[in-house]
Nanobody
Framework: VQLQASGGGLVQAGGSLRLTCAAS????????MGWFRQAPGKERGYIGT????????YYGNSEKGRFTISRNNAKTTVYLQMNNLKPEDTAVYYC???????????????????WGQGTLVTVSS
């Protein structure tokens, strides 16, 4: 399995970015795709999840309303749309995938089987 995250860059506060995670190497039916981020000096934190089958989305508490996760119909690419970005959103953003599990377990990093390499988002004030 390979996950390729892209779309990061430098953006001004209040702007938007869409990150992309391209997945390959297996059929992802029954898998989930998650987004995480890690700011300098901080632990990797959970953003949200989309289920490959069905497309249901689930979000952590802090980004709900500003961040939206979606996928393409071919179920090979997942997106993270980020709006009204703030300097505190500056981080490396990661996508991850693994077999489906319960929603309350999504924030546990060790539960995700495969990780992308990360893409850096920098938000200037």
């Amino acid at each position: 399995v390979q996950l390729q995250a892209s779309g990061g860059g430098l953006v001004q506060a209040g702007g938007s970015l869409r990150l992309t995670c391209a997945a390959s190497g297996r059929t992802f039916s029954g898998y989930d795709m998650g987004w995480f981020r890690q700011a300098p000096g901080k632990e990797r934190g959970y953003i949200g999840t989309i289920r490959w089958s069905g497309g249901n989305t689930y979000y952590g508490n802090s980004e709900k309303g500003r961040f939206t996760i979606s996928r393409n119909n071919a179920k090979t690419t997942v997106y993270l749309q980020m709006n009204n970005l703030k300097p505190e959103d500056t981080a490396v953003y990661y996508c991850a995938t693994g077999p489906r599990r319960i929603v309350s377990d999504y924030g546990r990093l060790s539960g995700w089987q495969f990780w992308g390499q990360g893409t850096l988002v920098t938000v200037s004030s």
